[in-house]
T-cell receptor, first 113, second 117 residues
């Protein structure tokens, strides 16, 4: 659903549950993808990245899955905690030499205690 | 230690004024960026400098002029401010060349909330 006012996709989960945030990217030539977390009043913070020659990458409590066939990226957060509440952005680099990241719309994750 | 810092954090000004936002990074990166985030949280690249050379210049009004005095600093000057300029402006930096491995990862500053009245 959408959050009134912000018009962001929203995901609400219970503490301890797993969260899955989805992202559709636009450019089939993109060779690098990155997930950022933005807490209220702060700048985006790196979570995890993945190159196009991979389909899965794991970090601490987070996993990124890449499906190039359908141009889809997902971020899985295990055992979601209240501190995970934030806006999550996916970004892609379209393979150009200027290292430009194009950001997706963002998803607001709310974790209920 | 602050990696990417911006000043000021908040800026309230009237239409028609000229203002500047400053950004500094102490990460030793060679590339810096300015982004604009609107009220719907949409994050859009404005400019990028690599080793003081402008490499990305998106469709931004020419009232916006970035200046990079050295690799560690990228300032943003805005002339004749308009209501639609109200937003949060983020500076970011990255290292384009890391020996044999280049990195696309960008490190963001805390943002400057600009309000034009």
């Amino acid at each position: 659903g959408e959050s009134v006012g912000l018009h962001l996709p929203t995901l609400s989960v219970q503490e301890g549950d797993n969260s899955i945030i989805n992202c559709a990217y636009s450019n089939s030539a993109s060779d690098y993808f990155i997930w950022y977390k933005q807490e209220s009043g702060k700048g985006p913070q790196f979570i995890i990245d993945i190159r196009s020659n991979m389909d899965k990458r794991q970090g601490q409590r987070v996993t990124v899955l890449l499906n190039k066939t359908v141009k889809h990226l997902s971020l899985q957060i295990a055992a979601t905690q209240p501190g995970d509440s934030a806006v999550y952005f996916c970004a892609e680099n379209s393979g150009g030499s200027n290292y430009k990241l194009t950001f997706g719309k963002g998803t607001l994750l709310t974790v209920n205690p | 230690d602050t990696a990417v810092s911006q000043t000021p954090k908040y800026l309230v000004t009237q239409m028609g004024n000229d203002k500047s936002i400053k950004c500094e990074q102490n990460l030793g990166h060679d590339t810096m960026y300015w982004y604009k985030q609107d009220s719907k949280k949409f994050l859009k690249i404005m400019f990028s400098y690599n080793n003081k050379e402008l490499i990305i210049n998106e469709t931004v009004p020419n009232r916006f002029s970035p200046k990079s005095p050295d690799k560690a600093h990228l300032n943003l000057h805005i002339n004749s401010l308009e209501l639609g300029d109200s937003a949060v402006y983020f500076c970011a930096s990255s290292s384009r060349d890391r020996g044999l491995v280049s990195s696309y990862e960008q490190y963001f500053g805390p943002g400057t909330r600009l309000t034009v009245t």
